[in-house]
DNA sequence: TAGTGGTCTAGACCACGCG
DNA sequence: GCGTGGTCTAGACCACTAA
């Protein structure tokens, strides 16, 4: 177990993070092979000349991501399965971009317009609060993928259709300056009727998953409630779940 | 802000975790209003006797599960929006009974089997190994809900058809010594043929979801492929995402 | 018994947000 | 400037596992 781990001192990086991002590149290159101890926690602080609260820090983060076991009396071992990326709040235009897939967006309706009762109780807003509309068709390799409505307060984001069409909804949310803090999601499957099949070049009948979303910020504030129509045939969930210890 | 917060040295439950549950509970009922402050950290480790990094670690745990936010110059306060769970490993069995649904289980079959192809891949052993495959209908209110087949190594488990008929596979697995670690999910939809709708109590061409799923303990082995199928009608996927900071 | 991680202490200095 | 959380140290004792 020769890796090469160093920290410096002079960097703003923390120390522990140093550490943590050594380790998980190692892990990733396969230079710590997935079952191979770790090595104890003060003979790794000593070597890299650390305390070990840090380098125990440095670790925990791993373990938290499900990088790393920790059994007591045996030792820190790297995991083997080959954990993915648990599900994150990515947008669907950020998913497509990522899996190589050119993305494109149409913008179907950009409004303004007063709560339904839905989508008031889904951000807590009084019914009849105007609200933004935002509905697209997402579109990969010129296909229809999805149909997406989403409804956020009009004071967070103004967004332009050049925008819309260009960038998740995510992104934009974040540059500007919302953090994201959290979602709650239902997932659920229908057929498709006359008008939505049409929309989706698909067949009446044909299965559609569908997802409602309400997204937090952190100050626990609803900022978008998604209602979105996804072809089964053309796309599912796909994600990785880290069992709570 | 007089919280009624106090750790017992004498036992043997650790004092973070004595701290972050009584914290937890009391912002579970309403002692500690969503967006008040929570006084900081020093100050709370001077009034409990506790250092610093421990009542930090406290405060972590809940950071951690959503139900805090720490702002630097700031302070720590209770986030506003209700963070239920984020989605758990759990099996539909618990998930039912905790539902106040009263589920029932079928063992359809019971089995060993040479792996399939899809089987073993999923389950990481070479084709043709012999592997454990449980089929069972599982009912809520006498009412089909969801068609499970699961498939595990046959040294891992070898369950009663009573067991399960009254017990998770889940719960068995753990009952067995199984730490469970992680899981890799897809979830998708797609229609009823003929035999899926007789078997479920739809007509065909009825919505139904599905979902493949791996599990792994946290040696990283495979402990469970399931392929499962839901009737839209009667279930979707309820859960919590928190965003990665 | 020896070695591991789990917990805990009593300090320290720094970076950031606000008035 | 002041108070907050963010990071870090150099120890300590305990609980669990394996040989």
Redesign the interface.
């Known amino acids: 177990m020769d890796l090469q781990l160093s920290v410096d001192r002079a960097s703003p990086v923390p120390l522990y993070f140093q550490l943590s991002q050594q380790l998980e590149s190692a892990i990733e290159r396969g230079k710590l092979a997935?079952?191979s101890l770790l090595g104890n926690e003060i003979e790794l602080a000593g070597r890299l000349g650390l305390s070990r609260?840090t380098v125990r820090q440095a670790i925990q983060s791993l373990v938290?991501k499900?990088l790393l076991?920790r059994r007591r009396g045996i030792g820190t071992?790297v995991?083997?399965?080959q954990?993915?990326r648990?599900?994150?709040?990515s947008s669907l235009y950020d998913d497509l971009e990522a899996a190589g897939q050119r993305p494109a967006t149409q913008v179907l309706r950009h409004t303004v317009q007063e709560a339904t009762a839905q989508v008031a109780a889904a951000l807590a807003v009084p019914e009849g609060t105007e609200v933004r509309l935002v509905e697209r068709l997402r579109l990969a390799h010129g296909e229809p993928m999805a149909h997406m409505r989403n409804h956020l307060p009009v004071d967070l984001l103004a967004p332009g259709e050049a925008e819309l069409e260009t960038t998740g909804l995510y992104r934009l949310m974040r540059g500007a300056g919302v953090t994201?803090?959290?979602?709650?999601?239902?997932?659920?499957?229908?057929?498709a009727d006359a008008a939505e099949a049409r929309l989706l070049g698909e067949d009446e009948?044909?299965?559609?998953?569908?997802m409602q979303r309400t997204t937090?910020d952190?100050?626990?504030?609803?900022v978008e409630y998604g209602s979105h129509l996804y072809r089964?045939s053309r796309?599912?969930?796909?994600?990785?779940?880290?069992?709570?210890p």
């Open positions: 997935p079952g609260p938290d499900g076991v071992q995991v083997h399965s954990v993915k648990p599900m994150e709040l994201l803090h959290s979602a709650r999601q239902t997932v659920g499957a229908r057929v009948g044909a299965p559609l998953l569908t937090y952190d100050t626990g504030r609803a089964a796309y599912s969930f796909d994600f990785q779940l880290l069992v709570r």
